[in-house]
């Protein structure tokens, strides 16, 4: 339904665009959970309700990330895929916290703000800055590790033998066409 060149464009980047959606999608998921911490039992504890919204994000993450996302990437195991985009996602909720820490626990900033004043630094410093390092890496990341390009088995120019002579290629393979 989008002209050519639009088409084109949207085709090419779909799994960015999928990307963000499921960005998009638990990045409300981690806020709502986030804020409901720290508006009631974690209230002076903001890193680690940061951190507790994180991990659930991610599990949600994980679940759109490889059954719409990713769907078409394969060459790992389920449980091996499972534990890299964990691993990834873990470091990642590292990341998005480090600006709230900084804040927090080296400058200081917290001490003398209240109410919405905080609520807006918190939101800045969470989830503007620590989600695009967070966001960053993982794109990065996951598409490099836990959800690589499946390899074609085989040798070279699609060839089903592990290392073909130049005469069982043809001219296509070669890259002669």
């Given at each position: 339904?989008?002209p050519?060149?639009?088409?084109?464009?949207?085709?090419?980047?779909?799994?960015?665009?999928?990307?963000?959606?499921?960005?998009?999608?638990?990045?409300?998921?981690?806020?709502?959970?986030?804020?409901?911490?720290?508006?009631?039992?974690?209230?002076?504890?903001?890193?680690?309700?940061?951190?507790?919204?994180?991990?659930?994000?991610?599990?949600?993450?994980?679940?759109l990330?490889?059954e719409?996302a990713?769907?078409?990437?394969?060459?790992?195991?389920?449980?091996?895929?499972?534990?890299?985009?964990?691993?990834?996602?873990?470091?990642?909720?590292?990341?998005?916290?480090?600006?709230?820490?900084?804040?927090?626990?080296?400058?200081?900033?917290?001490?003398?703000?209240?109410?919405?004043?905080?609520?807006?630094?918190?939101?800045?410093?969470?989830?503007?800055?620590?989600?695009?390092?967070?966001?960053?890496?993982?794109?990065?990341?996951?598409?490099?590790?836990?959800?690589?390009?499946?390899?074609?088995?085989?040798?070279?120019?699609?060839?089903?033998?592990?290392?073909?002579?130049?005469?069982?290629?043809?001219?296509?393979?070669?890259?002669?066409?």
């Amino acid at each position: 339904m989008l002209p050519g060149p639009l088409h084109r464009l949207v085709m090419k980047h779909s799994e960015l665009i999928k990307f963000a959606i499921v960005g998009g999608t638990t990045f409300v998921i981690d806020t709502a959970i986030y804020y409901l911490l720290v508006f009631t039992v974690l209230e002076p504890k903001p890193v680690a309700a940061r951190i507790i919204s994180g991990v659930v994000a991610t599990i949600v993450s994980y679940i759109l990330n490889r059954e719409w996302a990713f769907k078409n990437r394969g060459g790992r195991e389920r449980h091996h895929e499972a534990m890299l985009f964990f691993l990834i996602s873990g470091i990642a909720v590292l990341l998005t916290a480090a600006p709230l820490w900084l804040a927090n626990n080296v400058f200081h900033m917290r001490e003398n703000l209240a109410g919405l004043e905080l609520a807006v630094l918190d939101f800045f410093l969470a989830f503007i800055i620590g989600n695009i390092l967070g966001m960053a890496f993982r794109f990065w990341s996951l598409r490099k590790f836990a959800f690589p390009e499946e390899e074609p088995r085989g040798g070279p120019g699609g060839s089903t033998e592990p290392d073909p002579a130049s005469d069982d290629l043809t001219d296509e393979e070669l890259g002669h066409a």
